[in-house]
């Protein structure tokens, strides 16, 4: 089945102690499509400029990602965020970040979009997350992303989103500013209190951790010996997780953990280089040795 995704599509210019480079292929949409077409077919919806390269577009093409709903507006400028890694890498220090096309963005869905039974809502300001979702005709499951940045000055856009979606995958920190809860598993069941059926907390290094009604499940984190560029880790996890759910077509508990694991699969691999280097030639053969291992980590 497919996976609508909505956005940012970005040039990102990223230093790390590995490297800085310019103007690279990023964005959540960006990343998250990349991640979730290797399971299953995924349909765009975003905006670019004039200035964003065809030949990004062609590769987003290639992988089988329908761009019909990506607008690319003449005369405006892309996305673009630069950040920064220091140290151990945990966080990104956003250095600048241009709005562009992004200022005046008002998804309005491909018809062709509006029957898409998987959602991801990735992060972007939740008001036009929840305008995506009122232009779906009922969709099987839906999953949203959001930042810090949202938390802080979108908080009731966002707490309206909440009753409408099943699953919301945030990072800790996240989890505890939006809940006001130190102690993670009290943040999870504030939040599940707003209103989704689960909550998905991505951990860096530690793994990810799943709070739902129905229980709780953890996977570790892949033993990265070196970590090059964070960047979109989280939206490929999203994809991986999102793309499994999506090509297994139900949602179950045994589903959901399968999934789980494709996506620290997938968010593993993407840090293991700059921009989508590492994702972009993976086989599938690579895809399931790391997920058998990931089985071996966890099964006693
Ligand atoms: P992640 O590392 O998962 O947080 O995602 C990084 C991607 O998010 C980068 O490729 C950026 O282009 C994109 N990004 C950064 N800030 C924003 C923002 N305010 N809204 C949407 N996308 C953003």
Redesign the pocket.
């Known amino acids: 089945m497919s996976i609508l995704v909505v ?2 599509v ?1 040039l ?1 210019s990223i230093e790390t102690p590995f490297g800085k480079h310019d103007d690279l292929l ?3 949409a ?2 998250f499509s990349i991640a979730a077409s290797r399971f299953s077919p995924v349909k765009m919806v975003a905006v670019v400029g004039d200035d964003f390269p065809e030949a990004h577009i062609d590769f987003l093409k290639g992988r089988g990602v329908d761009v019909e709903g990506l607008e690319v507006r003449e005369g405006k400028k892309t ?3 630069r ?1 920064r890694y220091v140290g151990d890498m945990g966080e ?1 220090e ?1 250095l600048e ?1 241009q ?1 562009n096309v ?1 200022e005046e963005f008002s998804p309005d869905l491909p018809e062709s979009y509006r029957e898409t039974e998987f959602v991801f809502l ?3 300001h939740p008001a036009l997350q929840s305008q995506v979702l009122d232009q779906m005709r009922g969709p099987r499951f839906v999953a949203a ?1 959001s ?1 810090n ?1 949202w938390i802080d000055t979108e908080l009731d856009a966002l707490k309206d989103l909440l009753p409408r979606i099943d699953a919301l995958v945030i990072n800790g920190g996240e989890a505890r500013l939006l809940s006001g809860e130190g102690n993670l598993a009290r943040a999870a069941s504030r939040i599940l209190e707003m209103g989704p059926k689960a909550v998905i907390v991505k951990r860096d290094e530690h793994g990810v951790t799943l709070f739902s009604s129905g229980g709780y499940f953890a996977v570790p984190a892949y033993p990265l010996k070196e970590v090059k560029d ?7 996890f999203a994809g991986g997780f999102m793309g499994s759910l999506a090509r297994e077509g139900v949602v179950s508990g045994s589903t959901i953990r399968r999934a789980l694991v494709f996506g620290s699969v997938m968010a593993s691999f993407a840090v293991e280089d700059f921009s989508l280097e590492k994702i972009k030639p993976l086989t599938p053969e690579e895809i399931y040795r790391r997920f058998e291992d990931f089985k071996s980590f966890t099964v006693f």
Not at 230 to 236: I, K, M
């Open positions: 956005g940012s970005a990102d990023g964005g959540s960006t990343y996305f673009r965020w950040g990104a956003t970040t709005l992004f990735a992060n972007i992303d930042m940045l964070p960047t979109g880790a989280g939206d490929c």
